[in-house]
Nanobody, 126 residues
Framework: QVQLVESGGGLVQAGGSLRLSCVVS??????????MGWFRQAPGKEREYVAS???????YPADSVKGRFDVSRDNDKNTMYLQMSHLKPEDTAVYYC??????????????????WGQGTQVTVSS
């Protein structure tokens, strides 16, 4: 059974930085075709794509975070990261990590992911 556990959320002032982690169990990131992504959901809004990283290491940040957020993965630690810098109040949301072993699909669509974490809250104060 694959499980994803996020950590690293918290309260930060605008302009600050945070690094989120997503530890994967039940699935090795060193083998196979397991790609991963980050999504977020603010109160009263739909879940929004943030960034993804393929099993080959290619990254795809959303336009809203490009230049501010970096997604990476450490296959030896079975962990994906989201380094967030220059945070804005509008980045406030619950952040979710997700994983899929499907290939040839859009990693920007939440429906293509098979596994989800429980989420971690990020709050950016102005």
């Amino acid at each position: 059974q694959v499980q994803l556990v996020e950590s690293g959320g918290g309260l930060v002032q605008a302009g600050g930085s945070l690094r989120l982690s997503c530890v994967v169990s039940g699935q090795s990131l060193r083998t196979g075709t397991y790609s991963m992504g980050w999504f977020r959901q603010a109160p009263g809004k739909e879940r929004e794509y943030v960034a993804s990283i393929t099993w080959t290491g290619t990254t795809y940040p959303a336009d809203s975070v490009k230049g501010r957020f970096d997604v990476s993965r450490d296959n030896d630690k079975n962990t994906m990261y989201l380094q967030m810098s220059h945070l804005k109040p509008e980045d406030t949301a619950v952040y979710y990590c997700a994983g899929t072993d499907l290939t040839g699909i859009s990693l920007g669509s939440a429906t293509n992911y098979q596994h989800w974490g429980q989420g971690t809250q990020v709050t950016v104060s102005s």
